[in-house]
């Protein structure tokens, strides 16, 4: 089956990968509880907006209602809702075209269940694909400057993720990392990746979680630019993982081994970082998930 989505910001002529399994286009997605271990608890984040519902069993239709940039609401992509994890400010989360989602925070800014150690404004999916699903991600991604000259400026020493797959915490019963993080490191782009062997406890604070970065752009990002990204991932935490990704069309991560927690995951995406003082925003538009066995995973080798 294939479901294209022309929705908040998966317009712009996108199309459907072929796709031998079953497909799920999502016009964005997000934002659901933790980088490093801390976030909400399960209460607070099923109060944002998670129903348990798999990928396998969702069909998606175009249509979007009752947007929200309020914190603790969601609104609908298709029959499918996201839950919104943002500070109460009337810049946190817009919708300034049909196409797009802007995500932006400034120091302090953080979701009702951060610490001041954290700035955030993401957005979470309902959808959780199960492990061992092989996924293909692709969407467009912008950096605004907030600097001289085009440039971005980025102080957080932490972490400032704008896009990551994030462990289904509830099975795993522990706050986890995510195992899949595009990550800024100053103005470079990273890849970032975690698994923890089977029966192992995936928390930070146990030690079995291995973390590795597989790559940083040695070229500043492009600010005001929409940049193209695909990923595709499949994540067992064992021989079978894999996780390949592309920017701009370029091969730049072929990664084959453990990948994830051995339970599932689901896309989400805006900003979260170690707080800093600078404002900084983030656009996203022309979101695509598919799923199933596709042809691509095998025959594109970056």
Sequence with gaps: MR???????????SAAETSNGSTLSLA???????????????????????????????????????????PRTRFQIGDVSYGVHVADQ????TNP?????????????????????????EINSTVT?????????????MVEANGSNGALVNSATGWFIVGQWHNDDDASGVGTSPPVALNLQGDHLQVLVRYCPP?????????????????????????GKYHDVKVQAQFSNDTTGYLKV????????????????GVGTNWEFGIYRSS????????????????????PVSSERP
């Excluded at 909400?40 to 998670?50: C, D, F, M, V, W």
């Excluded at 009337?90 to 989360?93: I, M, N």
């Excluded at 989602?101 to 951060?114: C, I, M, P, S, T």
């Excluded at 694909?129 to 991604?141: C, D, E, G, M, V």
Aim: net charge neutral; charged share 15%.
């Design 3 to 13: 479901v294209f989505l022309p929705l908040i910001f998966a317009l712009a002529g």
């Design 28 to 70: 964005n997605a997000a934002g659901q509880r933790m980088l490093l271990a801390e976030g909400p608890s399960a209460e607070a984040y099923n109060a944002a907006g998670t129903d348990g519902n798999t990928a396998t069993s969702r069909t998606a239709v175009s249509s979007i209602n009752s947007f929200s940039g309020k």
């Design 90 to 93: 009337g810049y946190s989360l």
């Design 97 to 121: 075209d049909p196409q797009t989602l802007r995500f932006e925070v400034r120091k302090g800014d953080h979701a009702w269940y951060d610490s001041s150690s954290v700035d955030r404004s």
């Design 129 to 141: 694909y199960p492990a061992a699903t092989p996924i293909t991600l692709s969407y467009q991604l």
């Design 199 to 223: 029966g192992k406890n995936p928390s930070n604070g146990a030690g079995f979680v291995v973390t590795k970065t597989l790559w940083t752009d040695p070229n500043p990002i492009v600010t």
């Design 246 to 261: 592309w920017i701009d069309g370029a091969p730049v991560v072929n990664y084959s081994g453990p990948l994830g927690f």
């Design 276 to 295: 800093a003082p600078e404002t900084v925003a983030v656009n996203y538009r022309n979101l695509m998930i598919t799923t199933g066995s596709l042809t």
